[in-house]
Structure formats: C-alpha cells, structure tokens
C-alpha cells in the first residue's frame, strides 16, 4: 500500500476573502485616521493597503513608512503580524497617535492574495501563471507586469510613496513551525539594511521582551563584494546571498528608502520590532547621505519639511553620479572643509596634474572666476589656517550636471565638547542662523543647507573650531 502523505496542519489566521472586510473595522474603530484603498487585482483577488496617518498634521512634513506581507503567498505570519500592527494604530494608544502625527504608515498585509488563498505548499511561491511574484522584480522594477500583477502593485505602491522605510514581513507556513526571527538577513546578498545600527535598534524591540533573534554578524563573515567571494574555495568565508532582489532592494535602488526583509515566529516579536522601528522613525530615518568620502564631512539632503527633504533625496540620489567631492587634507584638528561640485570639466581641470592632493593655492587659483566664491575670505582663511591641501575622493562619472539645491554640506568635527568658531560657504561668513548644528555619538556636526534656488554647480564649506581633544602620544600606566 502507498503511504500516503499527511499534510502539516496551517498556522491560524484569516481566510484571504476575509481580509479586506478585516482592514476595513479599522475605518470605523478610528474613524479619520485610516483609509482602506484597493490597489492592485491578483487573480480576480483584490489587493489593499491601510492608510494610517493623523489629518490634524499636514502630511507634508511626515515621513513615509511601508509594510507588505505575503509575496510568497504562504508565510503566514507575516500577515498576522501586519494585522496586529493595524490593530494596534487602530487602538488609539498614545505612541500610535504620535506615531500618527509624524508619519504615514501604510500597510498591505496580503499583497499575493491568490497564492495564500490556495494554502498549499504547491502555490506557496507560484501565482496563476506560474510565477514567483517575490522575485519577480528586477532592479529597476518587475520584469513582466502583466504576469506579476501582484508584484506590480506592490511596486506602484512604492514608486507612488518613495517610503524613508520599507519592511516586506516574511514568517512560517505551519502550526509548531520554527524560523530565526532576523531583519535584513536575506537571499539575496543586497536585501539589507545599509544602516546596522538602526538594524539592531529595530531587532533590540524583541530582544527587550524576551524573544531571541537571529544576528547575521554572528556568522563572522563578510558580505560578498567582489568576483572571488563567490568561487571556490573562497565561497564559504562569506555570507550567503543570490544576485538579484525583491521589493526591499528596488525601493533602495531607486528612492534609498532604508529597506530590508523580516522573519517572524512569534506575531508578538514582529509586532514590537515593527513598533520600533516607526518609534526611531518618529525623529529621522537614516536615509538623508548622498555621498560621503573618505573623511568625517558628508553629502546629505534637506529640505523646508519632509515632502521637500524626500524631493531632494529622490532627485540627488538618482543623480549621485553626477556629484564630485575633495575634502580639505591633512585634517587638522580645529579646521575642516569639504569642495563640492556637480561640473565634471571643473573637477578634472582643477585635478588636472594632481590626482589627489591638490595645492590650496592651485585650487584658489581655479576658483577665482566663480561667481559665487568670495575670494577676500577664501584667502583670509588659508592664510589663517595654512598647509592645507585639497583631496580628490569622489569624481563623478557622468558629464550631465544636476541642481545642488537641497544639498546639505555636512562639516564634522569629531569631538563632543567642540563648538565652531567660523563657517564659510564660497568664502562668505555664515551667521548662526544660516547653518545647524547636533551632536550625534560625541561627533558635533555643523550643516549648511543650500537653497532650492541654488543656481551654482560648485560650492566650498570650511570652518574652524575649538575643542579640548585626547592626550596624543604613547600611553604608560
């Protein structure tokens, strides 16, 4: 007699039929805040996405959060989880109303509804046509819409949000079924968070109540970069990973959305760690770098408020290529200064014969005939702050040019007692309400935010400060 094979009993949750009729009791139990909309169609299955958001704030100073479940079809708690988190916003607790006032949150906790309808391992990464909706994304988009319609969906959703922060809720299939809860440990090499630290803040909402979650630096490994760290015998010194990548690596590609894929066991941990992340949400997303060379001071983006910041970031982001960096060199403690420009021929005249260090002197010279520089305060400052060179780290590949309105020139000095004595943009003394300043992990940034109207493709900041620093020398004890 053939044996017959008994199939493993599903984890609880929801019929797909009964989902959107679910989403909808959030509508009524917190009426204003939460607006249910179709958009997508699977099969004849449609697809829906919870709105979150205060309407008391205007939404153009809240960031975006966005968070989907089911590609696959099959791992139920990912839905569950996103559920739970409806559940909660709906509540009107007072974290999830000042969740609301900051931020967008967006939710689709079933966005392959006709593969979870089936509950079968058979359709568990298969829609109708056969395809796997999870990977049917390309880096920039799904390959075939017209047969990935549930990934395409999800992909309109993201082009149409450009979200600071996307989480694509993974889990288990089966009742008793195991999976290390982790964030951002993937497949696919490129599915993870380029922050780690906001990672680990994310995971740390688990770990505070108890649950255990997986850490990919526990494998201590790298992540493959180069050609040899995917052939014999070097293979296995790295992480794994595939080429290629789902949602969470698109919306990166394109938006820098900060992105990664979660596992989830318990709902409870996935509910916390989702709560974490909107809680950190609730200051910044770590999403605002365009560039940063080697050295403390950055490229970053900013704006009037977060509809215009995520403008900017879109725009310099895709336009990255088009972005040139020198740092002032040596960084001498007390001085520092970061030359920006999106004009290829500037940078490769001004670098002509020096392919690194660039003579302050040469530089002054080149940037004479710029409308903008102010040369009076240019040399004054290098005759105060003399032996100074010009470092080439970033040379743009592109010859096009793009707008540098928006741009932030983020000047570090890395020091928690330091405070600035001058700032200069072009050569022109900043007054204090022209530039910001925070201290972040013992490093005091001073920012210059260049207006929307900046119609210059070269811009120069320095400043000079003072700090009491570290003993330097040999250490005897």
């Not at 979650?213 to 014999?232: A, G, R, Y």
């Not at 010859?399 to 983020?410: K, Q």
Request: hydrophobic share 35%.
């Amino acid at each position: 007699m053939a044996h017959k094979k008994q199939l493993l009993p599903f984890r609880n949750a929801i019929r797909a039929e009964e989902v959107p009729e679910y989403m909808k009791r959030w509508e009524e139990r917190l009426s204003g805040f939460v607006r249910i909309e179709e958009i997508g169609n699977c099969s004849g299955f449609p697809i829906f996405a919870a709105f979150f958001t205060d309407p008391s704030v205007d939404d153009k100073h809240k960031q975006i959060a966005l968070f989907t479940a089911q590609h696959s079809g099959m791992e139920i708690t990912g839905m569950t989880t996103l559920l739970s988190l409806g559940n909660y916003l709906a509540s009107g607790a007072d974290d999830a109303r000042e969740i609301m006032k900051k931020q967008i949150v967006v939710i689709v906790p079933c966005s392959n509804p006709y593969s979870y309808s089936k509950l079968s391992p058979e359709y568990h990464f298969k829609n109708e046509a056969g395809v796997d909706e999870y990977i049917s994304f390309k880096y920039d988009g799904v390959k075939d819409p017209e047969i990935a319609p549930a990934a395409y969906a999800t992909q309109m959703l993201i082009d149409r949000l450009k979200p600071e922060l996307l989480i694509d809720c993974h889990g288990v299939n089966y009742e008793h079924q195991m999976v290390l809860e982790s964030l951002g440990y993937s497949a696919f090499v490129l599915n993870r968070m380029h922050d780690r630290r906001f990672c680990d803040a994310i995971q740390q909402g688990a770990v505070d109540r108890g649950f255990g979650v997986m850490n990919e630096d526990l494998m201590q490994k790298l992540i493959p970069s180069e050609e040899m760290c995917k052939t014999s015998p070097y293979r296995a010194r790295f992480r794994p990973g595939a080429e290629g990548g789902p949602s969470t690596v698109y919306a990166y590609i394109k938006y820098h959305t900060v992105a990664a894929t979660m596992e989830i066991h318990w709902e409870e941990s996935g509910l916390y760690r989702l709560l974490a992340a909107l809680k950190h949400g609730n200051e910044e997303y770590p999403v605002n770098i365009i560039a940063y060379p080697q050295g403390h001071h950055a490229v970053c983006v900013g704006g009037e408020n977060a509809a215009k910041t995520r403008e900017n970031r879109i725009r310099l982001w895709q336009n990255a290529d088009k972005i040139s960096t020198a740092i002032i060199h040596p960084e001498l403690i007390g001085v520092g200064g970061l030359l920006v420009t999106t004009s290829k021929d500037k940078i490769q005249r001004y670098f002509r014969e020096h392919q690194e260090g660039l003579p302050i002197e040469s530089l002054l010279e080149d940037l004479k005939d710029e409308p903008n520089m102010d040369m009076e305060g240019l040399n004054r400052f290098f005759e105060e702050n003399p032996n100074q060179h010009a470092a080439l780290h970033d040379m743009q590949a592109s010859e096009e040019s793009v707008s540098m309105g928006g741009m932030v020139i983020r000047l570090v000095a890395p020091f928690e007692d330091a405070k600035e004595t001058k700032v200069l943009l072009n050569g022109r003394a900043l007054s204090k309400d022209e530039y910001s300043t925070k201290l972040v992990e013992s490093n005091y940034y001073v920012e210059i935010l260049l207006p929307d109207d900046y119609e210059y493709d070269t811009a120069l900041a320095l400043f000079t400060y003072d700090c009491k620093h570290p003993y330097e020398g040999i250490l005897e004890f």
